[in-house]
């Protein structure tokens, strides 16, 4: 009569609930184990203080990048034509051909030029821009943002729109008179005289981008025609688009409706230097906050690898019960994971909750302690701005899951090819 025979055991199913049990217990704190824990929550913290820094100053990188754009390109136009071989005369024409091609939203001519701009109160310099009342209402970076007085009338008044930081400057108000110097004068048998001429502030505009509201000055087109010696003229042509990054395509088209000479030049030339620059310290600034998380990776292995030497005959036990060196292997992966996961999602949360209301945590910060931080005429803009991007934020947890990943590898691996017979012979 034969025995029956028994049943052969089936090994645990890979990341089994034993696995996770024996993983969360190594990581509760142990008197005989206590700087493993240490290590362990460093790690942790380094982990949620690299994912958040790096969220938060994307979106604020990502913000500025932005915001500066809008205003930029929103203030300067998208396109700006300049006559060459014979002086622009015809502009009104070719102004009105430019403004019915496909894509075009606005095309304005225009006068530009630099002058000294002086009150009882102060002087500065400044840049003067001659243009149309109407066109001028139409501008996208100044007729909606007129904080005092009005445009109403704006060409038959001989008065003047100026930036409120420049009338700050210069103590103007509405309705206040100021000297515009220029140095492209009349010829005299001396030299050339300087143009002197006295305007009222008509309008004051705000448009959060200090280098405008400090520094610029709209006056009539006719008015400037006549100031800057340009009867009949104007310096160039600026183009508004309505998809500003399809600008390529729109060029052939805008080149064919000029029908004479000019030279074309776009929003990403007139500003190149400035967004490289941008885009570059925005990437520098990814790299080294990196480290901050790099650094709490490699906590991460050093704290498992003394958790392993620490718990060697609690790994030589499970082996000579059955346990397999993938289940060990495991057991490691989950724990040093477990850091990096939790810390992430920490991370995470933070980041965003940060990078929602960091205008509003800027002000309470100055408010507190009575500091400047992000002073606008350092940094263009009158707030700090913030702009989430879910693939950047998707980039930052996905390089912080893999790190954390990759940091438990060796140190599990470690313990799997772990000799129970060496680690049990001296016990």
């Known amino acids: 009569m034969s025995l029956p025979q028994e049943a052969p055991q089936r090994a645990p199913r890979p990341f089994s609930p034993f696995?996770?049990?024996?993983?969360?217990?190594?990581?509760?704190?142990?008197?005989?184990?206590?700087?493993?824990?240490v290590i362990a929550a460093f790690s942790f913290l380094g982990i949620v203080v690299g994912v958040a820094a790096l969220i938060i100053i994307m979106a604020v990188m990502n913000g500025?990048?932005?915001?500066?754009?809008?205003?930029?390109?929103?203030?300067?136009?998208?396109?700006?034509?300049?006559?060459?071989?014979?002086?622009?005369?015809?502009?009104?024409?070719?102004?009105d051909r430019v403004s019915k091609a496909p894509g075009v939203t606005l095309a304005l001519p225009l006068i530009e030029s630099q002058a000294f701009v002086s009150s009882p109160s102060g002087s500065s310099g400044a840049f003067v821009?001659?243009?149309?009342?109407?066109?001028?209402?139409?501008?996208?970076?100044?007729?909606?943002?007129?904080?005092?007085?009005?445009?109403?009338?704006?060409?038959?008044?001989?008065?003047?729109?100026?930036?409120?930081?420049?009338?700050?400057?210069?103590?103007?108000?509405?309705?206040?008179?100021?000297?515009?110097?220029?140095?492209?004068?009349?010829?005299?048998?001396?030299?050339?005289?300087?143009?002197?001429?006295?305007?009222?502030?008509?309008?004051?505009?705000?448009?959060?981008?200090?280098?405008?509201?400090?520094?610029?000055?709209?006056?009539?087109?006719?008015?400037?025609?006549?100031?800057?010696?340009?009867?009949?003229?104007?310096n160039l042509i600026e183009v508004y688009v309505d998809k500003p990054d399809d600008i390529d395509a729109l060029k052939p088209k805008i080149e064919e409706a000029e029908q004479r000479p000019m030279i074309a030049t776009d929003w990403r030339e007139f500003n190149k230097g400035f967004f490289d620059v941008l885009a570059i310290e925005s990437n520098v600034m990814f790299a080294i906050l990196m480290l901050i998380v790099l650094v709490a990776a490699l906590n991460i292995v050093s704290g498992l690898?003394?958790?392993?030497?620490?718990?060697?005959?609690?790994?030589?036990?499970?082996?000579?019960?059955?346990?397999?060196?993938?289940?060990i292997q495991r057991i490691f992966l989950i724990t040093g994971s477990t850091i990096g996961f939790a810390g992430t999602f920490v991370g995470l949360l933070l980041g965003l909750l940060v990078a929602t209301h960091v205008e509003g945590i800027r002000h309470g910060l100055n408010s507190a302690f009575g500091l400047n931080i992000f002073p606008s005429d350092f940094y263009y803009l009158t707030q700090l701005p913030s702009r989430i991007e879910p693939r950047d934020v998707a980039l930052v947890v996905g390089i912080a899951l893999f790190l954390s990943v990759a940091a438990t590898i060796y140190p599990s691996w470690r313990a799997a090819r772990l000799d129970p017979v060496e680690a049990l012979r001296y016990e």
């Open 19 to 37: 696995e996770f049990w024996v993983a969360f217990r190594y990581l509760r704190a142990r008197r005989r184990h206590g700087s493993i824990s």
């Open 305 to 327: 690898i003394m958790l392993v030497q620490d718990k060697g005959r609690a790994i030589a036990i499970f082996r000579t019960m059955g346990a397999t060196r993938g289940a």
């Open 129 to 234: 821009r001659g243009v149309m009342e109407a066109d001028l209402k139409r501008l996208p970076g100044v007729g909606d943002h007129i904080v005092q007085g009005s445009l109403d009338g704006f060409d038959g008044a001989q008065g003047v729109a100026i930036g409120i930081k420049l009338a700050e400057r210069l103590g103007l108000r509405i309705g206040d008179t100021f000297t515009l110097i220029s140095p492209k004068g009349a010829e005299t048998p001396f030299g050339v005289a300087p143009r002197l001429k006295s305007y009222p502030v008509a309008a004051i505009f705000q448009v959060g981008m200090s280098i405008y509201d400090a520094g610029y000055i709209f006056m009539p087109l006719a008015e400037a025609q006549a100031y800057f010696d340009l009867d009949g003229q104007a």
């Open 64 to 95: 500025f990048h932005h915001d500066l754009r809008e205003k930029m390109i929103g203030f300067n136009g998208h396109m700006f034509l300049q006559g060459v071989e014979t002086p622009l005369t015809d502009y009104a024409a070719v102004t």
